[in-house]
């Protein structure tokens, strides 16, 4: 295979944010060899990294594909092209701060900014307090100097998340886990904002936890048959995402 190719580079901010490319895979970091974002120029309905795709795992509890989202921290705005290619009636809104990144979401990741899709350059603490917007879904994943930034649990963003949420809508948050107290309190915070309507997701690959809170009670379990259609709908590996949930969080924890 071929080397990676370093694509554009640009500082911001004291941040150097690089976008490279090895054969279809293309993806961004912010200086520190993480991967941010990663796309296969081929498959634009795909999402090529595992965590992307279990960020998605909240529909095997709703399994109706959601008409609004939100993307909290827009990164090179995979799930966005990916929504925008696989189920192109979604309507979406990705907010990010930084203009350079929006920038190169659009330039080098194809991502939508037109359409059913609109890019915002805001703060997200911002965002949420004054959204008139009810989303199906959020997608949290943002990332301070490869840690979890403080401000996101705490109550009022959580409470400013939780109204911008429908009825039946739920938030995935990435969290970045230092250690296991740190996990526990951040965790705490989340289930205090959503009256406990959680379920976790850890990947062995990454030291991220996923974590779906929902604004209503959902305790349905999928079934064999319906783990098998969402995974060909999706091109999502629901099935494994579920085996791992049924590992990581106890029985009558949350939603499970």
């Given at each position: 295979?071929?080397?990676?190719?370093?694509?554009?580079?640009?500082?911001?901010?004291?941040?150097?944010?690089?976008?490279?490319?090895?054969?279809?895979?293309?993806?961004?970091?912010?200086?520190?060899e993480l991967i941010q974002t990663e796309i296969d120029l081929a498959r634009p309905?795909?999402?090529?990294?595992?965590?992307?795709?279990?960020?998605?795992?909240?529909?095997?509890?709703?399994?109706?594909?959601?008409?609004?989202?939100l993307l909290a921290?827009?990164?090179?705005?995979?799930?966005?092209?990916?929504?925008?290619?696989?189920?192109?009636e979604v309507i979406g809104d990705g907010v990010d701060?930084?203009?350079?990144?929006?920038?190169?979401?659009?330039?080098?990741?194809?991502?939508?900014?037109?359409?059913?899709?609109?890019?915002?350059?805001?703060d997200i603490r911002d965002y949420v307090q004054h959204c008139q917007v009810r989303y199906d879904l959020i997608v949290m994943d943002i990332a301070i100097g490869n840690t979890s930034p403080d401000w996101m649990i705490a109550p009022a963003f959580l409470k400013g998340c939780r109204?911008?949420?429908?009825?039946?809508?739920?938030?995935?948050?990435?969290?970045?886990?230092?250690?296991?107290?740190?996990?526990?309190t951040q965790l705490a915070a989340i289930r205090e904002a959503?009256?406990?309507?959680?379920?976790?997701?850890?990947?062995p690959e990454h030291r991220n936890v996923i974590v779906l809170a929902f604004?209503?009670?959902?305790?349905?379990?999928p079934n064999p048959q319906t783990l098998e259609k969402l995974e060909a709908q999706w091109q999502v590996e629901?099935?494994?995402?579920?085996?791992?949930?049924?590992?990581d969080n106890p029985k009558g924890s949350g939603v499970i």
């Amino acid at each position: 295979m071929a080397e990676a190719e370093l694509v554009y580079s640009v500082e911001e901010n004291g941040r150097l944010i690089k976008v490279w490319q090895q054969a279809e895979l293309r993806w961004l970091e912010f200086g520190d060899e993480l991967i941010q974002t990663e796309i296969d120029l081929a498959r634009p309905d795909f999402l090529p990294e595992s965590f992307s795709r279990a960020m998605l795992s909240g529909a095997l509890f709703n399994s109706k594909v959601p008409e609004k989202v939100l993307l909290a921290g827009t990164g090179g705005g995979s799930t966005a092209r990916y929504f925008a290619n696989r189920f192109p009636e979604v309507i979406g809104d990705g907010v990010d701060l930084s203009p350079v990144v929006l920038d190169i979401a659009q330039r080098f990741f194809d991502c939508p900014n037109k359409g059913n899709w609109q890019l915002i350059e805001a703060d997200i603490r911002d965002y949420v307090q004054h959204c008139q917007v009810r989303y199906d879904l959020i997608v949290m994943d943002i990332a301070i100097g490869n840690t979890s930034p403080d401000w996101m649990i705490a109550p009022a963003f959580l409470k400013g998340c939780r109204q911008s949420l429908s009825s039946t809508g739920h938030i995935a948050i990435n969290l970045i886990v230092e250690n296991e107290l740190g996990f526990m309190t951040q965790l705490a915070a989340i289930r205090e904002a959503f009256d406990r309507q959680t379920v976790c997701v850890s990947l062995p690959e990454h030291r991220n936890v996923i974590v779906l809170a929902f604004n209503q009670a959902n305790s349905v379990a999928p079934n064999p048959q319906t783990l098998e259609k969402l995974e060909a709908q999706w091109q999502v590996e629901f099935g494994t995402f579920y085996q791992q949930m049924l590992k990581d969080n106890p029985k009558g924890s949350g939603v499970i």
